[in-house]
């Protein structure tokens, strides 16, 4: 694939910047103060809060990390059980791989790709502590329904919004529907700090402290002052005794060791800019949608995810499918495009089949419908409006085009 000399190549940005990103940067390296975490970072943090609508928001390196320090949060103990989404990128669950708990992958509903509340509730059982899904392609999850499972159990949920900044859920944003809310501001993103940067939304203030130590160096661990001597600390002059995480404290708990995931200035000075330009570049997106819509809408042998009621896409991904049943090949379309220059990229492999997830005793059949849908059915189609006119324009036409030649081979079979 990668020897093709593609007219449209998968577009590895999603988007768009101009002089405020630029203005914002020459801001920070003129301004002479820390480029590792300082002001732009707190103020990246208090917009990213107010606009999602969660009580906190702190920033992190990446997507990945961000779910990675996330799931800690979730204290799960060995024995536990989690409950996953399978269709979504590997970062969503990975972590769990290093933790003694077994991942029940759930099914997901064959319109959105989002995971089916009905097949989540059949797995559950006493050991279950958290659900983790995504909302897939900017799509938001049916979260209504997922929180009441919660909630009645005591079960945690985690939303990866790594897709959805800019979806709306009656009125309220993925980050604030479920405990703990995961955002990526890698280069393909609705928006990025500089190509890598993530964030973590959540409420609970008790997780406030034991998040912002375990990203900037410190355990996450509970600390009292040390009752006993340690060693050559007794006595220790007060410039080197400070609250909390103390030399002449002793630790108590120690939950996790901590890492430095600081976002940096300039990265947090670029996110800024991008969040002002947001509404912009997802109302560039839907409409960009649109136009794809209108195009599948000629061709009764494909079926695109359509908006609930309520519920607004922010078209990270454009997802449509292909009936089978019509006796079009999903893989002929998908190739076909390729050859009419436009690359393509599906996602996501399903994690239960994944190597790493099938070492822990996950097979072939787990999860029928995503099995289903990513062998035979789903594919995505560019929309981010890093695209221009020229590349959008051969897309929809390459579109209209090989679904044309599919229609007639589909009436010759
Ligand atoms: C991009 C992505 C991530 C990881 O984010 P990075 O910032 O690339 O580490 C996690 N989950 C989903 C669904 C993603 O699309």
């Not at 449209?8 to 940005?13: A, C, E, H, I, T």
């Not at 269709?87 to 003694?100: E, I, M, N, S």
């Not at 059982?125 to 502590?129: E, G, S």
């Given at each position: 694939m990668s020897q093709r000399n593609y007219l449209?190549?998968?577009?590895?940005?999603g988007s768009i910047f101009g002089a405020a990103e630029l203005d914002a940067l020459s801001e920070v390296l003129n301004s002479?103060?820390?480029?590792?975490?300082?002001a732009y970072r707190e103020s990246f943090e208090k917009q990213f809060r107010e606009m999602v609508g969660s009580r906190h928001a702190l920033s992190v390196t990446s997507g990945t990390v961000a779910l990675a320090l996330a799931i800690n949060l979730l204290g799960l103990q060995p024995g536990d059980e989690v409950i996953a989404t399978p269709?979504?990128?590997?970062?969503?669950?990975?972590?769990?791989?290093?933790?003694?708990v077994s991942v029940r992958f759930c099914d997901i509903d064959p319109n959105t790709l989002n995971a089916d509340p009905a097949s989540i509730e059949a797995l559950i059982?006493?050991?279950?502590?958290a659900i983790i899904i995504v909302h897939y392609g900017g799509l938001p999850a049916e979260m209504d329904r997922i929180m009441r499972l919660a909630r009645a159990r005591g079960i945690l949920v985690l939303e990866d919004c790594a897709h959805a900044l800019g979806s709306d859920y009656f009125d309220r944003r993925p980050g604030s529907l479920a405990d703990i809310g995961c955002f990526s501001f890698h280069s393909?993103?609705?928006?990025?700090t500089l190509g890598e940067g993530g964030m973590v939304t959540f409420?609970?203030?008790?997780w406030l402290e034991r998040l912002d130590r375990m990203r900037s160096n410190d355990s996450d661990a509970d600390f009292a002052r040390?009752?006993?001597?340690?060693g050559e600390l007794?006595?220790?002059?007060?410039?080197?005794v400070y609250v909390?995480?103390?030399?002449?404290?002793?630790?108590?708990?120690?939950?996790h060791a901590g890492t430095n995931a600081t976002l940096a200035e300039p990265n947090a000075a670029f996110g800024i800019a991008q969040l002002s330009r947001l509404d912009r570049l997802v109302k560039r997106r839907r409409e960009n949608a649109a136009r794809i819509d209108a195009v599948l809408d000629?061709?009764?042998?494909v079926r695109r995810v359509v908006e609930p009621e309520g519920v607004a896409n922010a078209y990270h991904l454009y997802t449509f499918f292909v009936d089978p049943e019509s006796g079009a090949n999903r893989n002929w379309i998908v190739e076909r495009l390729a050859q009419h220059g436009v690359q393509l990229q599906l996602r996501?492999?399903?994690?239960?089949?994944l190597p790493e997830w099938r070492a822990r005793g996950h097979r072939v059949g787990e999860c029928p419908t995503a099995e289903r849908m990513w062998f035979d059915q789903q594919i995505n189609v560019p929309c981010q409006p890093s695209l221009s006119e020229e590349q959008f324009g051969r897309i929809l036409d390459a579109l209209h085009d090989v679904l044309t030649e599919a229609a007639s081979r589909n009436s010759t079979v």
């Open positions: 449209v190549p998968y577009p590895q940005r002479n103060l820390t480029l590792s975490g300082g269709q979504t990128f590997k970062a969503t669950v990975q972590p769990l791989l290093d933790l003694r059982t006493a050991r279950t502590k393909s993103k609705n928006i990025t409420d609970e203030d008790t040390a009752a006993h001597r340690i007794d006595g220790a002059p007060s410039w080197m909390g995480n103390s030399y002449t404290h002793n630790c108590v708990t120690l939950r000629q061709f009764p042998f996501y492999f399903p994690l239960h089949l």
